[in-house]
């Protein structure tokens, strides 16, 4: 029988199966096609939380003496968008130019197709290697992330797994393979502030009280001083307002509410309950501040509601991934790989609880896009990357 060598082939394979968030589409039964022969025992557990869509995931797992490498990812995508708009269809992983083209091409079906191709070249080779390799995937990361990665190492972990280290195949280079490596990320935290006014006509302000002066100066107060300068690891701790809302149609009407809604990505200055307080901070000392309320003797009146969970900062600080990760890099394409934090979040938050993880794959810019594609150049470079990896991680035994 052929091993899954070649990442082109097992990633038109997994292109083919139109797998938009939260439908299967046949992508984890042909995974579960291509990590048979190669030895491992595979298992597609089946999440349901009342609310959302019931969701398939596969864990596959092929045991050997010594340490246990996790690979996570997604074969869940994105929906095509504009599919007239594509120049190949986006489910049929035509190539052209060098070039596949498929939704899921470089986000993240290609890191997938490149990883197996890597561990049965290495088992084509070497025979296996010398641990466990898993696969951790989910088909829920695009979509609401409820029955996806944090379910599925629950469900893993309370079988016994234990993992040494992650490598998370997301799309992580931003021009070129070998660009980037992401070894942490920002945490993220959303919320929104509501000031209460009391609504009246507009010629009798003293009659009313204006609740956008007072969600002005809140949202000043939001936005500066910096929160920080950065760190060595991070970016400086930054906050955007995503939206300021009145819905107020009449001009000669002071509203009676207004609202303002913000993200923050902030980095290991801080933790959540630390940024947190501090945003509670700014807010209260803003609304005490009556140079904004003319003729106002009280505070301005306000809510702090914060939404979702927040997403905690992580850092990873693994001498052994790190560093055989960012000498595979080097060997292949000759550059090391810059070591980021930057970006959104990823599934990476969640594996962190359980292993030391990084993030390595493809070239993102085209993920998410009309005419996703990815040059067959860089699925032989990728897997090349992954190959040398097991071989030396492998090799040098438990840290
Ligand atoms: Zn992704």
Not at 3 to 23: F, G, H, Q, Y
Request: glycine letters at 10%; hydrophobic letters at 40%; charged letters at 25%.
């Amino acid at each position: 029988m052929k091993l899954p060598t070649d990442p082109a082939r097992n990633l038109a394979a997994l292109i083919r199966c139109p797998s938009v968030t939260p439908a299967e589409g046949g992508a984890l039964r042909t995974l579960e096609v291509m990590l048979k022969p190669l030895g491992f025992s595979v298992e597609r557990p089946v999440f349901a939380e009342s609310g959302t869509p019931d969701i398939e995931n596969l864990y596959a797992r092929r045991s050997g003496n010594g340490p246990h490498l996790m690979f996570a990812g997604h074969t869940d995508v994105v929906p095509v968008g504009d599919e007239a708009a594509w120049t190949h269809p986006p489910f049929a992983a035509d190539v052209a130019n060098g070039e596949m083209y498929g939704r899921g091409a470089v986000d993240m079906k290609g890191g997938i197709a490149c990883f197996i191709a890597a561990v049965a070249r290495h088992i084509d080779k070497n025979g296996g290697p010398k641990g466990s390799v898993s696969l951790l995937i989910t088909g829920d990361e695009e979509g609401p992330a409820i029955n996806g990665t944090t379910k599925l190492l629950d469900w893993a972990a309370a079988k016994g797994e234990k993992w040494d280290a992650s490598i998370v195949g997301e799309p992580t280079n931003p021009d070129t393979l070998g660009d980037m490596i992401k070894i942490g990320r920002r945490g993220s935290l959303s919320g929104g502030v509501i000031v209460n006014g009391r609504q009246g006509h507009a010629a009798y302000p003293q009659l009313a009280d204006n609740p956008v002066r007072g969600l002005m100066s809140l949202v000043d107060a939001l936005l500066h001083p910096v929160f920080d300068k950065g760190t060595k690891d991070f970016q400086p701790t930054n906050l955007e307002v995503t939206s300021i809302d009145v819905g107020n149609p009449a001009t000669n009407v002071i509203p009676a509410k207004a609202t303002a809604t913000f993200n923050i990505r902030f980095n290991d200055t801080w933790d959540a309950e630390t940024i947190q307080a501090e945003i509670h901070n700014r807010l209260d000392q803003a609304a005490g501040r009556k140079k904004y309320r003319p003729g106002k003797k009280t505070s301005v009146d306000y809510e702090l509601v914060w939404r979702d969970r927040p997403s905690h900062v992580f850092l990873t600080r693994d001498d052994k991934l790190i560093d055989t990760l960012s000498a595979s890099v080097a060997a292949v394409v000759g550059k090391t790989p810059a070591l980021s934090t930057s970006g959104g979040t990823s599934d990476a938050r969640f594996i962190k609880d359980y292993c030391p993880v990084v993030e390595f794959g493809l070239v993102g810019k085209t993920m998410h896009m009309v005419d996703e594609r990815v040059a067959l150049a860089d699925l032989e470079t990728l897997t090349q990357i992954y190959e040398r990896f097991i071989e030396d991680w492998f090799g040098q035994g438990l840290a």
